[in-house]
């Protein structure tokens, strides 16, 4: 009967600290209950809903920024280019194919001549589009047909 002997009231209170703080922690760490006030920060803060103002006003609103280069110090418009009719596709390859869902698209590259100096280009067709003379008919996994004045022409991936 010693063990008893050294139960003093300090011992006693100690070991009912040990004891509360035990089930404590395993209340919190299981159940989630009884969580702290800065815990709740967990979630995030919130955010006001704004609206978009594209989902609000009509694309011909936009009209003035679109015309100007925003990006030019002067805000000239932006340069329109005249496509090139192409005669053939020689010297494009094909980079590539991309197949989502019924949208298919096709990766070209080809090289132009500018001033003097030939100038890697590389431009995405999309089934059904024109593109430099040519319409395009079906976009496959390995090669794109496009069909011409020349008739029907595959480009394939190189080998």
């Known amino acids: 009967m010693r063990w008893r ?94 197949i989502i869902g019924d949208t298919r698209a096709a990766i070209i590259a080809g090289t132009t001549k500018d001033h003097g100096r030939s100038v890697p280009e590389v431009d995405v067709v999309y089934l059904g589009e024109e593109w430099g003379g040519y319409k395009v008919l079906e976009v496959s996994n390995d090669s794109v047909t496009f069909q011409g004045k020349d008739g029907r022409k595959t480009l394939s991936f190189p080998e």
């Open 5 to 98: 002997r050294e139960l003093n009231p300090v011992n006693l209170l100690l070991l009912a600290g040990i004891v509360l703080l035990l089930v404590a922690t395993i209340r919190i760490w299981w159940s989630g209950v009884g969580l702290p006030s800065h815990f709740a920060a967990a979630k995030g803060p919130e955010m006001p809903l704004t609206p978009t103002l594209r989902d609000q006003q009509p694309l011909t609103a936009f009209e003035k920024a679109i015309a100007k280069n925003l990006f030019s110090p002067d805000r000239n418009a932006p340069k329109t280019s005249v496509a090139k009719v192409q005669s053939s596709l020689e010297g494009r390859s094909l980079l590539g194919t991309m």
